[in-house]
């Protein structure tokens, strides 16, 4: 709550919870066609390519504003970007090898570039390292302003190529039949993920960003089947977690903003894998124990039912412990007490069961269904 | 049947990595013919079709559509690829699926209304899923998927239907759908080229075959072309359902997997050569 009231009191932490919260719901975004076209790894591949990219547009301007270090960043990731499909496309080595050949080759390159920055005998410098792990305290306004304006362009790229991007994602071929330049569509998609990285660089750094990638996405994923409502529940899920990521690492002084998003966001990840309806984990257990329930419950009515037609169909109460016997370790008991619930069967003397007369058609209803299967 | 021709191919070789897919391969397609395309696994049936569609960039050849380059004809090519080839838990529906195949006459921007919703309605209603268009794709069975690619493919209005392999493990329902499509489309004087890997349905359910095995070994009506000894030539010695039970009876689905699998044993140099390229 105190938190909360500071944010509209304060201004340093107006602006990071703002540029967080912007830069997650626009790598939230993009994301989703990211996880839904497997290019999860190109993510990570373009966040750490950005390294060198940064350090190289400070050496090369002097200026550590924030529109040039992006640009260096966007350049770098575009050019490692070309050369994975470059690489995939000519020789016989698989994507994934290329992704992790070109994300080392960069990122290591980015670091000997950063060492060398730190050795200078100017100041200046003073700052870039936070670009690997993330620093939302470092946001200032003109920042924000420069996450939000090139995020827009993203996201008004998805708005307005929505048919075209969806295209793409579901079934290349088919567009590229009906007419479509794919390659293009591919370019300008692939674009927009270089953009949606970038800008959130400077508050989450190049080594987790990654994960504002692919983990509101995924989450996201778990909660819905329509590819409008995912990529509006993902940017959601983003924002979410970057705005309290940031404000996490603004009010404890000393942590990196990167693995506080980062855990933001993993939390969402794993109560969306956990509890999502349909696809949860939790939920499909319960599913499944409720089917087996069910499937106990109707073989052990049909065990009475047969038991019932032995004996001419008459009331007759037959002992429990017959149908323990019949089918051994599966809670015979705990079935006939459910099967007394519903109505289909009830107790008859000590330890006797025999079913009722929903339970006789119940049973047959059950045998006419086998039947029609078979 | 018209004298006209739907699809011209001339010299069409294609290459994978240096290997041959197809070779110096013509083939005349007449206007209005329902013609299958067989041969064993890695004769290049695939690669004919996507080179139609321009998907792949042959090595050489020259194809016509309605007499005019494809490029300029792609408003006539509806295409119906293997229902492998997508990824069917991807978040959407049905009539998302069918409302594809009206983009490319949208054009850039442009989004779908309710035109689209309507014919795509009607051609799911044309392969018997009308009940089914807001079901999610990952819900649908495998003969289920198939007539949704059928179906898109429909949207499209076009003239000539070039299909992969379109009763490939489909439910008997399924084929009976996709025949009676194909039957509709005939009679409305549109072409259709598919894949076919059941031999003996093939004189039922097509009026024109050609048999491919990387070059054209035959192509014609099927009463004149579809002969033992071409089929020998094709398959390379081995063709069961010629010396087998009857061909008319029986499980199709099962007959025409056995039937893949011997002209799997029969070429197995080509089929490993193809293996994971684009002539699969």
């Known amino acids: 709550m105190d938190l909360l009231f500071q944010l509209f009191q304060d201004y340093t932490l107006r602006t990071v919870a703002l540029g967080a919260a912007a830069l997650g719901i626009v790598s939230g975004t993009l994301g989703a066609y990211a996880v839904l076209r497997r290019q999860s790894l190109l993510g990570d591949a373009i966040s750490h390519a950005a390294l060198p990219g ?36 000519v020789s016989r080595v698989p994507e994934d090898s290329a992704l992790g050949i070109v994300l080392s080759v960069f990122f290591g390159f980015g670091l000997v570039l950063l060492t060398y920055v730190q050795k200078l005998p100017d100041a200046r410098q003073a700052g870039l390292e936070t670009f690997l792990f993330g620093q939302a305290a470092t946001l200032l306004e003109r920042d924000v302003i420069v996450i939000a304006s090139l995020g827009a362009v993203a996201l008004l790229a998805v708005l307005l190529f929505w048919k075209e991007f969806k295209l793409l994602s579901f079934d290349r071929e088919f567009g590229a039949t009906l007419g479509f330049p794919m390659r293009v569509i591919d370019v300008l998609l692939t674009t927009m993920l270089v953009l949606a990285i970038v800008i959130g660089l400077q508050t989450v750094g190049v080594v987790l960003m990654s994960a504002m990638v692919v983990a509101p996405a995924a989450a996201a994923r778990q909660w819905t089947h329509g590819l409008g409502r995912m ?63 069910e499937i106990r419950e109707d073989a052990v009515l049909l065990d009475l039912y047969a038991l019932a037609a032995q004996h001419g169909m008459r009331e007759h109460a037959h002992p429990a412990d017959v149908l323990v016997a019949m089918r051994p370790g599966v809670g015979v008991e705990g079935s006939l007490d459910a099967l007394a619930e519903h109505g289909y069967a009830r107790r008859s003397g000590d330890r006797g069961w025999v079913l009722t007369k929903d339970g006789r058609t119940h049973a047959r209803d059950l045998l006419d269904q086998e039947r029609d299967r078979s | 049947m018209t004298d006209r021709l739907a699809i011209e191919v001339n010299d069409l070789t294609v290459a994978y990595r240096e290997q041959p897919v197809l070779w110096d391969v013509d083939l005349e397609v007449p206007e209005g013919v329902l013609m299958a395309i067989v041969g064993p696994n890695g004769a290049g049936k695939t690669t004919m079709i996507k080179a139609i569609l321009g998907l792949i960039s042959p090595a050489a050849g020259q194809i016509l559509v309605h007499g005019k380059p494809y490029r300029q004809q792609r408003r006539l090519v509806a295409y119906v690829p293997q229902r492998g080839t997508v990824d069917w838990d991807f ?115 097509f009026d024109w075959v050609t048999l491919l095995n990387v070059r054209r070994i035959a192509a014609g009506p099927v009463d004149e072309v579809f002969t033992e000894e071409n089929l020998r030539l094709t398959y390379g010695g081995r063709v069961p359902f010629l010396s087998g039970n009857g061909g008319n009876g029986g499980d199709r689905g099962n007959g025409g997997e056995s039937l893949g699998a011997v002209g799997a044993a029969s070429d197995l140099a080509g089929e490993r050569a193809s293996h994971g390229n684009p002539a699969g």
């Open chain 1, 54 to 89: 940064i350090v190289l547009a400070f050496l090369l301007t002097g200026s550590k504003s924030t529109l040039v270090l992006v640009l260096g960043a966007g350049v770098a990731g575009l050019i490692a970007t070309l050369i994975v499909m470059t690489v995939t496309g």
């Open chain 1, 231 to 293: 990529v509006v529940l993902s940017a959601l899920f983003g924002g979410v977690a970057g705005l309290s990521g940031a404000l996490a690492s603004s009010s404890a002084p000393g942590v990196a903003t990167g693995p506080a998003v980062v855990l933001a966001a993993t939390a969402i990840v794993i109560v969306s894998l956990l509890f999502a309806p349909a696809r949860g984990v939790a939920w499909r257990a319960l599913e499944r124990r409720r089917r087996r329930r």
């Open chain 2, 91 to 205: 978040p959407t529906s049905v009539l998302d699926v069918v409302m594809m195949g009206r983009y490319g006459a949208l054009g850039w921007l442009r989004r779908p209304g309710r035109n689209e919703r309507d014919a795509a309605m009607a051609a799911l209603e044309m392969v018997g899923m009308e009940d089914l268009a807001h079901r999610q794709i990952s819900q649908l069975s495998g003969g289920q998927q198939q007539r949704v690619f059928l179906a898109r493919a429909l949207v499209q209005d076009a003239r000539v239907y070039l299909m992969d392999e379109p009763f490939q493990g489909v439910d008997a329902r399924t084929e009976r759908a996709i025949v009676g499509v194909l039957q509709e489309l005939r009679a409305a004087g549109d072409t259709v080229v598919a894949v076919h890997h059941a031999l003996q349905t093939v004189p039922e359910y």
